[in-house]
Nanobody, 122 residues
Framework: LQFVESGGGLVQPGGSLRLSCAAS????????IGWFRQSPGKEREGVSC????????HFADSVKGRFTISKDNAKNTVYLQMDTLKPEDTAVYYC????????????????WGQGTQVTVSS
């Protein structure tokens, strides 16, 4: 499984970014896929996960109502639209698959890419 993330950058608080992840070696209509983030001194946090059918979507409580996940099976690409960004969203964002969601909404990922840096700062 391979992933190429893009779309990160520097944005002011309240701004938006759209991350993209081009996947290869598997197809999104078979595997679930999602995003997690990691920042220095903090634990890895699962951000969002979308099922292979697209019918099941999960978000971390910290991003609900602000982030949207979508995918284009024809392009084998998953997106993370991030709106109303906050400084605490600053992290390296990784795309990974498959993603599994526990009963407690914890997300785990089997494989992942190199990540893309998102910095929210004025």
């Amino acid at each position: 499984l391979q992933f190429v993330e893009s779309g990160g950058g520097l944005v002011q608080p309240g701004g938006s970014l759209r991350l993209s992840c081009a996947a290869s070696g598997f197809t999104l209509n078979v595997y679930s896929i999602g995003w997690f983030r990691q920042s220095p001194g903090k634990e890895r946090e699962g951000v969002s996960c979308i099922s292979s059918s697209g019918s099941s979507i999960h978000f971390a409580d910290s991003v609900k109502g602000r982030f949207t996940i979508s995918k284009d099976n024809a392009k084998n690409t998953v997106y993370l639209q991030m709106d109303t960004l906050k400084p605490e969203d600053t992290a390296v964002y990784y795309c990974g698959a498959p993603c599994k969601v526990s009963a407690g909404n914890e997300m785990t990922f089997g494989s992942w890419g190199q990540g893309t840096q998102v910095t929210v700062s004025s």
